[in-house]
């Protein structure tokens, strides 16, 4: 990835109409009712993007959206993309960089995430406080050039406190339970043995996906402040383990999707 590629696409989506919105929202699987709450003013497939990659997953739409919710200008993943999809980790976090690029203050990234911790239960939320990066690789791998952002970028703290801390206000206004937690990034598309499932809860996992945190290293880099929240969809207990599959995964994330909406929506509105 060549630097002068954001600019080409920033160009692209801004002329396209994608002018200065404020946050942008990354939704994962299963959680893409969200769009239903934006006042669409432009929407752009994936495919018509300048160096986008296409998302491949048969249930996320690939599409990027632009417009309202409330009085906050957005613009929205529907649909991201993964390294098991064959994508490298600059491929998939070139979104992150482009939006930057295009104006916006702040990230908002969602996922659908197995409960490690035997306290957390599906359909429940889990906003992440800290991360476990096992994809191997780095998003910042090669990127030499200085406009990219600073080598190395310092994690002690990838998510920003303060958007945490109110986070947790709403969801307690709104009568949410929303655990606080780590969350460990895999590789995929299949999902972990018993014993993979031991060693992250050995290690410190409170949930496991396959996406999120390479797109909240580059925020880091380019100073971009992120928050993200996990739908846990199914309960990864090695003792009293049973078989899952995606349908059931998205079905769980679809049930619990209004109160993640709800969150969101009113986190957007209290952002200066």
């Known amino acids: 990835m060549r630097f002068e590629d954001i600019e080409v696409t920033r160009s692209f989506l801004f002329e396209r109409g994608i002018q200065n919105p404020e946050t942008a929202i990354v939704l994962g699987t299963g959680l893409g009712k969200l769009i239903d709450e934006i006042n669409i003013e432009v929407e752009v497939p994936y495919s018509e993007i300048p160096h986008f990659p296409e998302a491949t997953v048969e249930f996320h739409q690939g599409r990027l959206v632009y417009g309202k919710i409330g009085a906050k200008k957005v613009v929205a993943m529907q649909g991201r993309f993964h390294a098991y999809e064959g994508y490298s980790q600059a491929e998939i976090t070139f979104p992150i960089r482009v939006f930057k690029a295009l104006?916006?203050?702040n990230l908002i990234l969602s996922n659908a995430a197995g409960a490690i911790n035997k306290e957390f239960k599906k359909g429940d939320l889990m906003l992440l406080d800290d991360h476990i990066h096992l994809q191997g690789g780095s998003p910042l791998t090669a990127m030499s050039d200085p406009r990219f952002g600073q080598r190395f970028v310092d994690l002690a703290a990838p998510y920003h406190k303060d958007m945490n801390e109110k986070l947790k206000e709403i969801a307690i206004q709104q009568g949410t339970n929303l655990h606080e937690g780590v969350y460990a990034c895999v590789h995929g598309p299949h999902l972990e043995t018993r014993a993979e499932y031991r060693f992250l809860g050995f290690i410190g996992a409170d949930a496991v996906g396959m996406s999120t945190v390479p797109e909240v290293i580059v925020a880091n880099q380019i100073g971009l402040p992120c928050v993200a929240i996990s739908v846990l969809t199914d309960e990864c207990d090695p003792d009293n383990l049973k078989p899952v599959d995606i349908s059931e995964i998205i079905?769980?994330?679809?049930?619990?999707?209004?109160?993640?909406v709800s969150l969101i929506n009113t986190f957007l509105?209290?952002?200066s």
């Open 103 to 105: 104006g916006c203050q």
């Open 269 to 271: 509105q209290s952002l």
């Open 251 to 260: 079905a769980v994330a679809g049930e619990a999707e209004p109160k993640l």
